[in-house]
C-alpha cells in the first residue's frame, strides 16, 4: 500500500482531549479500511506563520499513514467536515524517516538550551 504523511492543524481553542479525539477518529477511519497507522506526533501548540481563520496558533499532529489512496479521500473528507480542523496536507513518501521527526528534533535541541 501506498505511505503518506498526514498533518493537520486543529484551532487554536480546542483542548489536547479534542486533539487526541480527532487523531483517534482519523485512526479509526484508517484501520476500518484496512490501513494502517505506523506513528503518530503531536507537535503541539505552535505559533503560525500568518492568521487563519481568526487565529494565530494552532495544534499540530503528523500521521504516517500506509493505506490505499481511496481510504486517505475518506479521510481528507471527513477532515475537511471538521469545522476544527484549520488546514490539512497529505503528501505520498517512498519511505517513512527512522525517528523522530525534524520538527521533534528542533522542540527537544529548543527545550536543551
Known sequence: MPLYEHVYLARQDITN???ESITKSIEDTVKDEGGSIDRIE???LRQLAYKIKKNR???YTMMNINAS???LK???RQISLNEN???HISI??????DG???MMNSRSTESSE
Open 17 to 19: 482531549q479534542q486533539v
Open 42 to 44: 503531536y507537535w503541539g
Open 57 to 59: 496558533k494552532a495544534h
Open 69 to 71: 489512496s481511496e481510504t
Open 74 to 76: 475518506k479521510v481528507e
Open 85 to 87: 480542523i484549520l488546514r
Open 92 to 97: 505520498k513518501v517512498d519511505k517513512f524517516e
Open 100 to 102: 523522530p521527526s525534524l
